[in-house]
């Protein structure tokens, strides 16, 4: 069920469409979804102090209503790897348009996952799971179920994955916390439909995974018009 705070993120960013990623990644996380330590901020002062505290290399990205697809006007800055090296960032990325601050968020490892939902007309709320980051649109290696999903159908999704030797341990790296990713798509199942009709689609991508469990890199959420 939806609470007070993930209500007033929904209504706030109702004129614009869709919700920033800062705010989602709030809504997510009241959802009980696990999300990078972040800060939103404009003072080069702050930013810097927030990454000593998680440590370097952070990402920096640009916040700005009038930029939905980040990496497109080159709004994301990985593997920024001191104070001076973020202010520069924050410097290049406060000429972009509708420049609103920057979100510097700890570097999160593991798998890259997609994970995506939709209002479908005639099954109702639908929940993919595939091979994520920028690359997904090449692979193509996605699976869907309708929500609700129950363990059953996570497990179901993952062993339809072309790729899912890459979740078991492929050449020696650990295994992906395969609890972690049951309870997170579970999780957002629940928070799709609870969501219903507010939303258009919702991408979790990439959905970050390794054996220490999963967490939610970059969100973004559509709402119905």
Not at 189 to 214: A, H, K, T
């Amino acid at each position: 069920m939806l609470n007070d705070n993930m209500r007033k993120i929904l209504e706030s960013s109702r004129d614009r469409g869709w919700v920033l990623e800062p705010d989602a990644k709030r809504l997510l996380s009241e959802a009980g979804l696990d999300v990078p330590r972040f800060l939103q901020t404009k003072d080069p002062e702050e930013a810097a102090r927030f990454g000593e505290e998680v440590g370097f290399p952070v990402v920096a990205k640009v916040v700005s209503p009038k930029i939905l697809h980040k990496s497109d006007v080159g709004g994301v800055v990985t593997g920024v790897g001191d104070a001076e090296a973020l202010g520069r960032a924050m410097e290049r990325l406060a000429a972009l348009e509708g420049y609103e601050g920057i979100l510097v968020e700890e570097t999160v490892q593991g798998v890259e996952l997609i994970a995506g939902a939709k209002v479908d007309e005639q099954f109702g709320p639908v929940i993919l799971l595939g091979i994520g980051g920028t690359a997904v649109e090449i692979y193509q290696d996605t699976v869907i179920r309708m929500a609700p999903l129950t363990q059953h159908d996570v497990e179901s999704m993952v062993s339809g994955l072309t790729a899912r030797r890459l979740l078991e341990g492929y050449r020696g790296a650990d295994p992906v916390d395969m609890a972690a990713l049951s309870e997170t798509l579970i999780a957002f199942s629940r928070l799709v439909m609870d969501l219903g009709e507010r939303i258009e689609s919702v991408d979790l991508n990439p959905l970050m995974c390794s054996s220490r469990g999963c967490r939610v890199a970059d969100a973004r959420i559509l709402l119905a018009p």
